[in-house]
């Protein structure tokens, strides 16, 4: 299964290490009433199961955790409660057969709400240190099923005999919890949604409790009642996927490695003819992996990836993006009016940038030049309002296109390059990630030193080319010792090592 | 790592009664450095075989002292090349000894002046089959080589002056490697290049051990010879097909000139294998066959505005920084070809011999050779003149 290759953007350092705090439960219920479909009426497209789209948000959360290493667990419910992924760290190589698992995971009975959320907090229990972590309730539906644990419909109110009271079990003296529901359909009618009553009535014993104790957390409960509503929030992304003709640096021969150098360095030395790299941003060195956001339910950061195609289409498009997924599909299908249809009938759910942007690419595949670059050049504009973070990714993404469009090799291969080294670096450490990173913008600054040498008049020449000469240098020497410091960081760091000091010969 | 074996043995040339004498404490020493088939072999063969063979030397642009450059062969030694080829011995085996032989080649002309051309300019592969040197890139060796002459002219009241011309043959990956990463310089002859600092090398680490401890002997010994350099010539090779190979040139060079700086030494750059250059060979080509050109050439407005060393933006910022562009960079080529694979060669009249037909009696072309050394010898004596005012 090809991997996504995700380009999380995220403000969080990934160098330091997760802490308690960082540990993650998703409870996810898995009760018949799941397979009910999901009304999507603003946005003109067809329900969608319960269950569909609640793995959407597993997906999700999975991919994260297995970026950013930090340990993960999932809990499952129906009457009866289970565990299928234990908390602790996400391998990467694991992931096609934990999403193998939950693709197979049928809705089935009815929920045990609080047992399920007592587990979780087991989970996330830290000996005296009390119940640590976050934790993700996603239902759509009333507890009618839990035989151990049961919350009281009003402070102070009796529970039902036999039953443990839920509050103080999963808040503990010392304890610091992140709780949010992500309640699934209207519960103002019993079957049709979540039960909000009982679940306000929870989270305000919790936070009564977290005031007495003095403890920190946060407790939320978020009603959706649209698909649309859950994959906004869900999946803000930019998706992308590659060119056919795509090959990695690593299944390059060393002169061919050495001919994209020289290539992406003719891009930066000729900005007149490559107009397209003055639009590039330098990447930015935590640009790619990062520890998760604890609020991506809330104000979810632009997902920017580039999805492999190598051996296929991706699995679980679909399952894992939603509408962009079920786009990317029928584009790596050559069904382009299909893909262009559902551009439109996802309007409203599809980050503007990314529509547009998957319009210009679906007709520059139909070879509508003109209506491609008119696509092209209002994304560009929507890429303008990105916050910074998320933008140079998605501006290089656009410029690869374009590049494309006007058949500009120079460019292409300069910006598959600084993609694929940010992605392919996106598993080393951290400091090998930022320094590299940091070559790279300084590689991409020679651009300026180096035009003057061209545009220098016969007296300033010398000074020109004396400037340029030791900015190269500088850029050398930091390049040796990133060598030295990295020597033992494998492929990925040496071939983007390697490109850079070719590109460094080549800016004379 | 385990200590290797090093065994030495000496293999005497046909006609060298003796072994080199030893350098004396005046003998200046100049290092010789270039890349890969950048041409130092051929410099070296050549430029010592001219002090036997007398062998002609072509000038472009012409010179109006008709060539007169005070350079000897040294005398009162036999020897005018001496190379130490260093070798692992068994290279499959990681705890094989390095074994060391000395051969010394001495003045005495050689019977046919051609066949020393067809062996020199012939590719690498080639040249393992045509000669008995030990000529083609092994990883498993490289050879130091030496060549002994004179500087000085006889007006001079101290005479001439011993010197010595020296570089790592068969190992240009050593020089380059040595010269483009600073964190690999040693800062006395008696230094030793570590593991550690190798690994700035790419992909070092991923080497077999016994090439790895190769590569350290040859950066340690480099690192010496040109610690007491007291000049360095730098060949550069405007005939580089390979990306990689240029990359490399230019890596070296832009080291050499952060070397001369931090070590105030005299530079000369030789640009070698001149003779693929279209415009110089066309000047070449006049001056052979009308013995009244004379060529007015423009070498330092052919490197910098038309760009025939593919380094125009470095030299103009290197001008004045321990090289001066037109009196210290120099077109050279020692083993002109027609451009058809064949030599060319001049007759004793000095017009260019025919290439076919009855073996010529004729001797190779070579173009400006002797400049680059003259000139380095020259900046010697400057910069010592200087210290001793």
């Known amino acids: 299964m090809g991997a996504p290759q995700t380009a999380m953007a995220s403000a969080t350092d990934a160098a330091s290490p997760p802490t308690l705090r960082d540990r993650n439960v998703l409870l996810l219920d898995l009760s018949k009433s799941m397979l009910a479909p999901l009304p999507d009426a603003p946005s003109g497209r067809g329900d969608r199961q319960k269950i569909e789209v609640a793995r959407t948000a597993v997906f999700r959360i999975l991919q994260d955790a297995a970026a950013t290493g930090t340990p993960f667990g999932l809990v499952t419910f129906t009457e009866t409660v289970r565990v299928p992924v234990p908390l602790g760290e996400v391998h990467r190589e694991n992931l096609p057969y934990i999403e193998n698992l939950l693709a197979l995971l049928q809705p089935s009975g009815r929920s045990a709400i609080w047992d399920a959320i007592a587990v979780g907090a087991d989970l996330l229990r830290a000996g005296t240190q009390g119940v640590r972590g976050n934790l993700v309730l996603v239902t759509d539906g009333w507890d009618n099923a839990s035989a151990r644990f049961a919350v009281r419909p009003e402070p102070g109110s009796p529970l039902k005999n036999g039953y443990n009271d839920l509050v103080p079990y999963v808040l503990p003296a010392h304890s610091e919890l992140n709780l949010r529901i992500v309640g699934i359909g209207s519960g103002v009618e019993r079957d049709r949604g979540v039960d909000g009553a009982a679940m306000n009535a929870f989270l305000e014993q919790l936070r009564a409790r977290a005031g007495e104790l003095g403890l920190a957390g946060a407790f939320s409960f978020q009603e959706v009642t649209t698909g649309s509503q859950l994959f906004t929030q869900m999946v803000q992304a930019f998706l992308d996927v590659g060119y056919e003709d795509d090959r990695p640096l690593e299944e390059l021969h060393p002169e061919e490695l050495a001919q994209h150098a020289a290539s992406a360095a003719k891009a930066l030395k000729e900005p007149q003819q490559h107009a397209t790299v003055a639009r590039l941003r330098a990447p930015h060195p935590t640009g790619t992996g990062g520890a998760p956001d604890p609020s991506y339910l809330e104000s979810p950061d632009l997902e920017i990836g580039v999805l492999s195609t190598t051996g296929g289409a991706p699995a679980y498009l679909r399952e894992r993006y939603g509408p962009l997924g079920e786009v990317i599909e029928c584009y790596l299908a050559a069904q382009y009016d299909r893909a262009l249809k559902l551009l439109t009938e996802s309007r409203e759910v599809l980050p503007p940038v990314t529509r547009l942007y998957w319009q210009a690419r679906v007709e520059f595949a139909q070879r509508a030049v003109v209506e491609a670059a008119r696509s092209l050049l209002q994304a560009w504009t929507e890429a303008e309002k990105l916050p910074p973070a998320s933008q140079a990714p998605v501006i290089r993404r656009l410029a690869l296109l374009q590049a494309r469009m006007q058949n500009d090799k120079e460019t292409e291969t300069l910006i598959r390059f600084i993609d694929e080294t940010e992605h392919r670096l996106g598993e080393v450490d951290a400091s090998a990630r930022e320094r590299l990173m940091d070559l790279l913008a300084r590689l991409m600054e020679l651009r300026g030193t180096y035009q003057l040498t061209r545009l220098a008049g016969e007296g300033d020449l010398q000074d020109a080319a004396l400037r340029h000469e030791a900015a190269v240098e500088d850029v050398f020497g930091r390049l040796q010792d990133a060598r030295l410091e990295f020597a033992s960081a494998g492929p990925a760091v040496e071939g983007a090592l390697d490109f850079i000091e070719i590109c460094l010969a080549e800016m004379r | ?389």
């Open chain 2, 1 to 389: 790592m385990a200590e290797v074996k090093v065994t030495t043995r000496t293999r005497r040339t046909a006609g060298a009664k003796k072994e080199a004498k030893a350098p004396s404490a005046d003998t200046a020493r100049i290092a010789v450095v270039g890349i890969p088939a950048s041409g130092k072999t051929t410099y070296f063969r050549f430029l010592a075989g001219h002090f036997g063979l007398n062998l002609p030397i072509l000038y472009v642009p012409s010179r109006d002292d008709g060539g007169n450059l005070p350079l000897y062969g040294d005398l009162d030694n036999d020897v005018a090349l001496e190379e130490t080829t260093y070798e692992t011995t068994d290279p499959t085996d990681p705890e094989g000894g390095l074994e060391t032989t000395t051969r010394f080649y001495v003045n005495r002309p050689m019977e046919d002046r051609k066949k020393l051309w067809v062996e020199l300019s012939a590719g690498r592969e080639d040249q393992g089959i045509l000669t008995k040197y030990p000529l083609p890139t092994k990883f498993n060796q490289f050879v130091e080589m030496k060549m002994r002459f004179r500087y000085g002219t006889p007006e001079d009241p101290t005479g001439s002056r011993p010197m010595e011309l020296q570089t790592v043959d068969e190992a240009g990956g050593i020089i380059a490697d040595y010269f483009s990463y600073d964190r690999l310089w040693l800062e006395d002859g008696e230094g030793e290049v570590t593991e550690k600092s190798c690994r700035v090398i790419p992909h070092f680490d991923s080497w077999r051990p016994d090439r790895r401890d190769l590569w350290r002997r040859g950066l340690t010994l480099l690192g010496r010879f040109v610690h007491e350099a007291d000049a360095i010539i730098l060949f550069l090779s405007p005939a580089l097909a390979s990306l990689r190979d240029q990359a490399q040139q230019i890596n070296l060079a832009r080291g050499v000139f952060r070397y001369i700086r931090a070590r105030d030494l005299p530079l000369v750059i030789a640009i070698s294998k001149a003779d693929r250059l279209k415009d110089f060979y066309g000047q070449v080509e006049q001056s052979v066959r009308e013995r009244t050109f004379r060529s007015q050439f423009d070498t330092a407005d052919f490197l910098l505005r038309r760009d025939g060393a593919g380094m125009g933006t470095i030299l103009v910022a290197q001008e004045g920084r321990g090289i001066s562009t037109k009196e210290d960079v120099f077109l050279i080529s020692s083993a002109v070809s027609t451009g058809e694979g064949h030599p060319m060669m001049v007759g004793e009249g000095g017009q260019e011999a025919p290439a076919m037909g009855t073996p010529t009696l004729g001797v190779p072309v070579m173009v400006n050779t002797t400049l680059p050394l003259a000139r380095a010898c020259e900046r010697i004596l400057a910069k010592r003149s200087t210290k001793g005012a």
